[in-house]
């Protein structure tokens, strides 16, 4: 079902494990955002415990409001990711390599169809063919200092809304 709105969403992950390079959803933040006049109407955010309490950095826990351990698992907030996603224009930074796939990833790993996107739109590609390299690595972080919209805080839904403002 193709829906008017635009979705921008970020994942926080896990590091890959070394046996097999997966990397596990720690967190999903999203802003569903009308295309006219690119305002959010919407929005979505949960931490999520992963299988594997040992994969998550103290960084990432120490950022958290929350006890990661006491996090839903992704099984039982798929539903509603899969509802804020699936039929809509997806829209993030790096999502095409990065959030795209650990989303296709973490629903294969509960059995699930991963939702579908109408098109992606990837601002990390758009800024590197149309703005070139005048805000430096082209990164999240020297995007925001660049702008001046403030210090990215590697959160899922706070860095979904900066993506928006850049």
């Known amino acids: 079902m193709r829906r008017p709105e635009m979705v921008f969403f970020d994942v926080e992950t896990t590091a ?64 509603r990711i899969f509802g804020v996603l699936d039929g809509r224009v997806w829209a993030g930074h ?11 990833e973490a629903f294969a790993a509960i059995g699930r169809a991963a939702p579908e996107p109408v098109a992606i739109v990837d ?13 430096g690595d082209l990164k999240m972080a020297t995007l925001a200092s660049y702008f001046g919209i403030g210090k990215q805080s590697h959160r899922s839904l706070d860095d979904a809304r900066m993506n928006l403002e850049v």
């Open 94 to 104: 790096n999502i095409q390599r990065f959030d795209c796939h650990r989303i296709r």
């Open 16 to 79: 890959a494990s070394a046996d097999e390079g997966q990397r596990s959803v720690l967190e999903f933040g999203a802003i569903v955002v009308c295309p006219r006049r690119l305002v959010e109407v919407d929005s979505y955010h949960t931490v999520i415990r992963p299988g594997d309490m040992s994969a998550v950095s103290k960084r990432f826990a120490a950022m958290v409001d929350v006890d990661v351990a006491s996090a839903p698992s992704f099984d039982q907030v798929a539903e």
């Open 123 to 135: 601002s990390l590609n758009v800024l590197a063919h149309d703005f070139g390299r005048r805000a």
